[in-house]
């Protein structure tokens, strides 16, 4: 099961010479969380990235890893965020790049 409904808009949105496709960056995190879910009897699921997303083609293997958004209230309060950070570290353009997908417990 990869978890990508049958029609998603993700499939248009694959990897070219010089883009990396969303699709590839959903495939990565969704094999992470499934991975950690079955090491960590825990039940992640993640969201599809950003449509509007746009990065280079990565020339090395994605790298997955747990990440952490910060974000400030209105009034001050820290809220954390848990997300799966997707990171090229090598593209064939530009400088290193990290895509952070948010997830959430289904149960």
Known sequence: MNGLAAGSPLEDYRSSES????YEIDQAARAFVAAENAR???DWAVAEPNLKTLVARCSVPLDTRW???RLFAPDGRELRRKVVDVVCAK???GKRWTVSLRVSPTS
């Open 67 to 69: 990440g952490e958004l």
């Open 19 to 22: 883009i990396h496709g969303l």
């Open 91 to 93: 593209p064939v353009s």
């Open 40 to 42: 960590d009897n825990t």
